[in-house]
Every structure is written in C-alpha cells, then in structure tokens.
C-alpha cells in the first residue's frame, strides 16, 4: 500500500501560486541535470588523454573508474528506487549533491589509480543513482499527459550541459590543468544540485492536492478522464513478464554501447590527428545537437509509443557508428556528431520515459531499481572492452564495430518488447 502523508503540504513560497508547480519539477531538475554531467561520458572524455600524459596511466586504467561508477550507480539505483517511490526524491537528490563535490575535490587532489577509482566511481555512482533516478522519476509523478516534453526537458539539461561544459572548462583545462578543472565543476556541483533540490523538488501533486498536468478532476468517461487515467504496474506483476526483460536487453545494449562512445570518442578523434581543441567540440557537437532535438523528440513520445522512439534512436546510432568507421576528418567528425546527436536526443528521452510510460508512475522508481543492477552489469561493460582494444591493438575499429551490432541488439530486443494490456479495471494505481 502507498505511504504518504495525510494532510496537504504546502508548495515553496518561491513559485508563483498560479504556475503548475510540475513546472518547478523540470526547471530544477534541468539545471541539476546540467550540474552533474562532470559524471557522464562527454565530459570524462575530455579529461582522459590529459591524465594519460601526466600520470602515465592507460586508458583501461582511466576508464575503471567510470566503469565502478556505471556499477555502482546500477547497484544503488535498487535501493534508492523504492525510496524515492515512498518518500520523494528530495533527500535523496540534496545527499547527492554534497558526494558529488566530495568526489570531484577529491579528483583534483589524486596522485595513484585508486584514488580514482574511488573518487570518480563513487561520485558517478551516486549521481546515476541519486539525480538521473530522481529526477526522471520525480518529472514522471507530476506529469502524465506531458510527460514525454516535461522529461524531454530535463534530458536536454543533461545534453545541454555535456555540450556546454566541456568549452566552458576548457579555458580552465589549458590554462591552468585538469586538476584545478575538476576543482570548478566541485564549486559549481555544489551550488547547483544540493541547493536547489533542498528548496524545490517535491514528490508528487497529490501531497498539494494538485493532478498530474495541473488538470482539475475531469468528468467521467470523458477523452481527457481517460488521457489522465494511468494504470501502474507493480513490479510483483511485471517482474515474470517477456516485455520487462526484453527492455532490460534493450536499454543495457544502449547503455553499453553509448557510453563507449560517449567515453572514447574525443581520444578517438585525437588518435587520428585532429587537435585536441577541435576533437572536444565533436563532443560538443553531438551533445548540442542532440539537446536540441530532444523536445522534438519528447512531442513525439507523446504521439508514438516509446517502444518505437527507441528503434529509432537505435538505428541513428547505427549509421553514425558507419561514419565513424571512416572519420578521419574533421568534416567527417562532424557528420558523425550530428547522426550521434541525433540518436542520443532520442535514446535520453526514451530511457528516462521508458518505465514510467510502459508500467505506469506510482511504482516507476521501484521496478526502474529492480532491473537497474542488471542493466548495469550487462551495459557497464561498452566503455571498459573499448579501452582494452585500444590498448591491445592500438585502434578503436574493432570496439566501434562491436557498437554498432550492439545497437542491433538494442533495436531487436525493444521490437519484441510488446506493451502490456492493462486490466479493463484499471485505476491510477495497482
């Protein structure tokens, strides 16, 4: 049975009254979202081959750390899930937010592998866990008619900031070192995810005595009673069925295989001779473009099942992994970022939405946590094996074609993935 307290809380003072206080959901969570990309694969990659030369580490002992982080993030995500079902993600997300800096201070500070692995590992882990898992979950209670535009916004925090942050930092980057560099993002983790998760985030519309979508109680049997209706799933129910599984393949597949990229691709880029200046803005490339086709992207996933939006991505991800087989310019690098680009804005805002809109939002955070730990453990693996081909064969070829059928997979396994068909008795919650 939902916990949750028994009288009407009262919304932040700071929000307009009038305003659908869901609004302040995805607001907050778009700029938490930009704060904490130092955890994800655009921004890592900008600091591999620095750290390379300084310290004379391989890749595969440089990629370890963001690999213990995907684990760990995957592990944690099965107990924070059920808690950010009960309570909210609010504690969850402001705790985040104080690891985070933690680690990257302590990055700055590291002089041998493990410090690292611990550093980032844990870092990236509680961000995973702490703010992708909170936020997506916490967009998806206030919003159901909306959703796919509401998370499409918060996804294009996340890519607007592994757009954005990596030609912010690079001043700091060449300047001043890939130390001091990490100190910055520490100061602005800080600032922008601990703060504004304490002051707006909040569990669901109902604590106010609001709907989802800021609607007024619709008269029955109506089109817009139905829209607003959503039946949720529990994960006792879903736990035994094919579609469940087949989604785990399908976002582990997309998980393994975009991360390696996401990781690889500026060193790759680098290795072929193209400046290290102009190699950081393909990055920014894909991660712009793919920031601003996301609420393209989420009107979609509106319109169209999520099912399909993510064979889509899939198959963009497949014609930019033939470019980059052949990109050895830097006109070519951009064509590769753009396709790139284009199949992430699709896949971020399918795997935020995917659970939520497949079972429903009361139980989202739980069965999210429940297949997070093998997701994990089958998509953890993308950016470690490409940095061991890398460093036994001296070329990314043989790790960017395995990508590539990896996301056939992925686009196979979400095909079978058939909805399920709720009860003729369904209500908002099972």
């Known amino acids: 049975m939902e916990s949750g307290p028994a009288r009407i809380q009262q919304l932040p003072r700071l929000w307009p009254s009038r305003a659908y206080y869901g609004w302040a959901i995805v607001f907050t969570s778009f ?29 595969t002992t440089i990629t370890v750390a963001f690999t213990v982080g995907s684990l760990g993030g995957a592990l944690l995500a099965s107990v924070v899930g059920p808690i950010v079902d009960r309570y909210g993600a609010r504690g969850v997300m402001s705790v985040t937010g104080l690891l985070v800096t933690a680690g990257l201070l302590a990055i700055a500070a590291m002089t041998e592998p493990w410090h690292f692995w611990v550093a980032y590992g844990a870092a990236r882990t509680v961000s995973v866990a702490g703010v992708g898992l909170g936020t997506s979950v916490a967009i998806a209670n206030w919003f159901i008619r909306m959703r796919g535009r509401a998370i499409a916004m918060r996804a294009a925090g996340q890519r607007t900031g592994q757009a954005v942050v990596p030609l912010l930092i690079l001043p700091v980057l060449l300047s001043l070192g890939w130390r001091e560099s990490f100190v910055v993002l520490g100061v602005v983790a800080a600032l922008f995810i601990t703060i504004p998760s304490m002051v707006f985030i909040r569990r669901r519309p109902e604590d106010f005595g609001l ?12 089109p817009r009673a139905a829209a607003s209706a959503e039946y949720s799933w529990t994960l006792r129910q879903v736990r035994a069925t094919r579609t469940l599984w087949m989604l785990t393949v399908g976002m582990a597949a997309g998980l393994s295989a975009q991360i390696a990229i996401n990781v690889h691709a500026v060193a790759n880029f680098e290795d072929k001779g193209i400046s290290q200046g102009l190699a950081v803005t393909v990055a920014s490339i894909f991660t712009g473009v793919a920031a601003v086709s996301m609420m393209g992207w989420g009107m979609l996933v509106e319109r169209i099942h999520v099912r399909y939006v993510s064979m889509a991505a899939m198959g963009l991800f497949f014609l930019a992994m033939g470019v980059l087989l052949v990109a050895e310019t830097y006109p070519m690098a951009v064509l590769f970022g753009v396709l790139f680009g284009l199949g992430t804005g699709g896949w971020t805002v399918a795997q935020m939405i995917m659970i939520p809109n497949y079972f429903g ?3 989202a955070g739980s069965i999210k946590g429940f297949i997070s730990p093998i997701e ?3 998509g953890i693996s993308g950016p470690l094996v490409a940095a061991f081909v890398f460093d ?3 070329s990314y070829d043989t790790a960017f074609v395995a990508a590539a059928g990896t996301f056939a997979v992925g686009c196979a396994a979400f095909y079978l993935a058939k909805p399920l068909r709720a009860p003729s008795t369904a209500g908002a919650a099972a």
């Open 31 to 59: 700029f938490i979202s930009i704060a904490q990309v130092p955890m994800y694969g655009p921004v890592f990659s900008v600091f591999v081959k620095p750290i390379e030369d300084e310290l004379g580490w391989s890749r």
């Open 211 to 222: 709907r989802p979508d800021g609607d007024s109680a619709p008269a029955a049997h109506t």
């Open 361 to 363: 939002r009361l139980h």
């Open 376 to 378: 994990g453990l089958l």
């Open 392 to 394: 036994t064969t001296g």
